[in-house]
């Protein structure tokens, strides 16, 4: 069997992060990884050069991961996507291939730190992909379990954004701690509910891995969307400008998520079963203000 090819498609934070585990784990098994790592780059000008050249020459991508060395053997190419999402399903249809996910309660910045973290791989194909799959992430201190409930895997690691900007709202209005685990907890059972609901047949181990809760207080006490809510409230700007100002070309997942959420739910009439999700996508969206939020979590079905 010919060597595995790998790619990264996207090159922030995450994606050069994860370039750094990757990029050295082909190198320590070339019979089963071809050790040339590409890694898709949106094409940018930073400091009146090319990214893509930046990292290329220098091995480092100064504008998302800056001060951390890429390996030598992983490349940038560029390439217009017409709006290619991330999603697994997506990505199966269009480039026919099977997939699986990663996710877990580590942000990129302490991944480059090399600092102890867990992660936790959704592959559908356990037995026959799971192994190569660990085999390739897994390092001392990037430690990975893998299980087959790839679906519950994707929805935890899209779903603690909700629930942390509802996190960065009560921060920014002023609550402390308590009102924090409120809405960590209530926005777990939202998503557990959520996922059973749209997506039946989950287990319920993998809400307890580290993409489910691990990564949902993670996200809740030091992600980009906490941070971004928090300035929302607390500068009366708009959300938009508030990721400019503070997420430097990136852009926070938890209202965009929000609103296909709410979508969703307000399709099959099920929006004032999940108060939390529906209060995020509405105070992002204007049409709530955000001193509005506890108090759409007074009556939550869980206290009933």
């Known amino acids: 069997m010919s060597p595995k090819k790998v790619t990264i498609i996207g090159s922030g934070n995450w994606g050069s992060a ?13 019979d089963e990884f071809d050790p040339t790592v590409r890694m898709w780059v949106f094409e940018e000008i930073v400091n009146g050069e090319k990214l893509s050249e930046v990292i290329n020459n220098r091995h480092e991508n100064i504008k998302y991961l800056p001060g951390k060395v890429l390996p030598n053997n992983v ?3 560029t390439e217009k996507r017409g709006g290619l999402k991330l999603i697994s399903e997506e990505i199966k249809e269009i480039l026919k291939i099977e997939v699986s996910v990663l996710m877990g309660a580590n ?6 730190n090399d600092n102890f973290c867990e ?3 959704g592959c559908k194909r356990k037995a026959e992909d799971g192994p190569l799959l660990k085999k390739l992430f897994h390092t001392d201190n990037f430690r990975i379990n893998v299980v087959e409930d ?9 779903l603690k954004n909700v629930v942390a900007c509802a996190a960065g709202f009560t921060d920014g209005l002023g609550y ?4 924090k685990a409120a809405v960590i907890r209530l926005g777990l059972m939202e998503t557990t509910k959520f996922v059973e609901h749209y997506y039946p047949g989950s287990n319920l181990q993998t809400f307890f891995e580290s993409c489910g809760i691990a990564d949902l207080i993670t996200t ?28 430097n070309g990136q852009s926070a997942q938890g209202p965009l998520t929000a ?3 709410y979508l969703m739910m307000h399709k099959t009439g099920l929006d004032a079963k999940f108060p939390l999700f529906t209060a995020v996508h509405k105070i992002c969206a204007g049409e709530m203000k955000p001193a509005e939020l506890v108090d759409c979590l007074r009556n939550h079905p869980e206290h009933m």
């Open 119 to 121: 992660a936790t791989i």
């Open 150 to 158: 790839a679906h519950t895997v994707e929805l935890c690691g899209a």
């Open 220 to 247: 809740c006490y030091g992600g980009r969307n906490r941070k971004v809510c928090e300035a929302f409230v607390k500068t009366g700007k708009s959300m938009a400008e508030v990721e400019k100002e503070l997420l």
């Open 176 to 179: 402390g701690d308590n009102t």
């Open 75 to 77: 490349g940038v190419s």
């Open 259 to 261: 609103e296909e959420v």
């Open 18 to 30: 994860i370039a750094r585990i990757v990029g050295s784990t082909t190198k320590s098994f070339p």
């Open 107 to 112: 942000l990129a910045p302490e991944v480059a």
